[in-house]
Nanobody, 127 residues
């Protein structure tokens, strides 16, 4: 059984930083995508950043230069380091995983292509 558990969310002032973690268990696909998505209040879920099993990273334009995705494959932990946070980054952040067939990047097709999801961790940025 695949299980993804996020942690690290919280409240921070604009300009601050947070690091989210996602601990994965039960998922052993060699060719995979691991991604971070977010859902602001009243909005649809959107892709933030993703990393393929070959370490290729993809970022949404609105986080480029501010957020960094990384992973510790030995510990099965996915990270999202967020700097220069803005109030518009306020959202529930989700970790997700899916198989990757080595075609396109891991944000292609949006959240609907992901099979496994965590429960989310709330990030609130105040001005």
């Amino acid at each position: 059984q695949v299980r993804l558990v996020e942690s690290g969310g919280g409240s921070v002032q604009a300009g601050g930083s947070l690091r989210l973690s996602c601990t994965a268990s039960g998922y052993s696909k060699i060719d995979n995508c691991m991604g971070w998505f977010r859902q602001p209040p009243g909005s649809e879920r959107e892709g933030v950043a993703a990393i393929a099993s070959d370490d290729y990273q993809t970022y949404a334009d609105f986080v480029k230069g501010r957020f960094t995705i990384s992973k510790d494959s030995a510990k099965n932990i996915l990270y999202l380091h967020m700097d220069a946070l803005k109030p518009e980054d306020t959202a529930m952040y989700y970790c997700a995983a899916r198989d990757w067939f080595r075609n396109g990047n891991c944000l292609d097709g949006g959240p609907g292509r992901y099979d496994f999801w965590g429960q989310g961790t709330q990030v609130t940025v105040s001005s």
